[in-house]
């Protein structure tokens, strides 16, 4: 409640009947000025709830969105998608997501897309952490997620899908700890202790490139360059891109640049 606002309004009211010359028209003034800003801040209250609502119902979209694609390229990994694995989805978006029957048709729908999309899981890991980076919980959220998913068909985790795992652990700035203790509650407590693949501070450079920490220094340069060219804020430019387009561009030039960097310091030490 703006207090201040009221009290402002009620003297402006005051003051106007008053100069009307009307029976305790300063009185009726001051209450109709109060009532008025009363009026207009309720009203700004329910735009600013209306705003906050369809922001909120757009994030969840977008969520829901990036997990339904990071889901499809996951469960590809370790080979064709099997009936368990779309029986979590199914259960996904009925118990989980709580989806309408057109909500479950437009997921089902986005599903299949991306199973058959061209689109990297790295990329779709990406832009989904461009857009949930300020919201933490909902990333790791996103990585449980995905474990859920990676364990639905099977009590041992698959070495390309903990592959993928890993890359998005570090596409999402996760620590080993949390990453470890996440994969426990879906493989190490059910009794199938595995080895711990090896972590680094490098594999975040390496996942920007796309490449792996045994790929040669020749296919490393390669990609480097790939994405230099395409990422290159000039070429954005040239190619009428937005000015969000081109900062976005600035930004990812740079980590690419960055990426690059730390490798090839880390190799010639």
Known sequence: MNINGKLLAGIIGMVLLD???????????????VVVWHVYEHSKSLEEDERAHRETQRRRG???YYLLCLCARLA??????????IQFMEQLMRQRLRLSEQGRRDAIRVWNDAKQS?????????AFYRDFAQQRHMVL????????LAAADSTRLHPAEEALLLRAAALFHISRLQF????????????????????????PHYAILGASPS????????KFRQLAFQWHPDRVQARGGSSEAIRHAHEKFRQINEAYEKIIESRRS
């Not at 959220?141 to 859920?148: E, W």
């Open 19 to 33: 100069l009307t010359g009307m029976p305790f028209g300063a009185l009726v003034g001051f209450i109709m000025g």
């Open 215 to 222: 790929d040669s220094l020749e296919v490393i340069k390669r």
């Open 180 to 203: 470890d203790r996440i994969k426990s509650r879906y493989f190490e407590a059910l009794g199938h202790q595995q080895k711990q693949p090896s972590w680094s501070p490098l594999d």
């Open 118 to 126: 061209e689109t990297a899981f790295n990329d779709y890991a990406q």
């Open 62 to 64: 977008a969520f829901v």
């Open 76 to 85: 590809k990994a370790d080979g064709p998608i099997n009936r368990q694995e």
């Open 141 to 148: 959220d996103m990585l449980d997620l995905l474990f859920a």
